[in-house]
């Protein structure tokens, strides 16, 4: 398993978090792919966090490109970031 800076390891838990952000793009930003990302979860989150988490993402179309309707093309919601 790859060693991740705290700020890339943070970032990447966040991005697993996110509804619309699909393994896909953890993949090609950190070279994690879906079952590596599963097992870096199980090791940075506690249990019942992994298990949220896991609750969440199983099955959602929104985290899998294939999956996804072909009309959503953005990663976040446009409110969800806003400028302070």
């Known amino acids: ?3 991740f800076d705290a700020a890339s390891l943070a970032r990447i838990i966040e991005m697993a978090w996110e ?6 793009a953890i993949e090609q930003l950190y070279g ?13 989150l506690k249990a019942s966090s992994f298990r949220l988490w896991r609750t969440r993402v199983h099955g ?3 985290k899998h490109l294939k999956l996804r309707h072909p009309d959503i093309s953005r990663a976040y919601c446009p409110s969800q970031y806003k400028t302070r």
């Open 32 to 44: 994690l792919n879906e079952s590596a990302l599963i097992t870096l979860m199980r090791q940075q």
């Open 19 to 24: 509804d619309r952000t699909p393994f896909e």
């Open 60 to 62: 959602r179309k929104t």
């Open 1 to 3: 398993m790859q060693q």
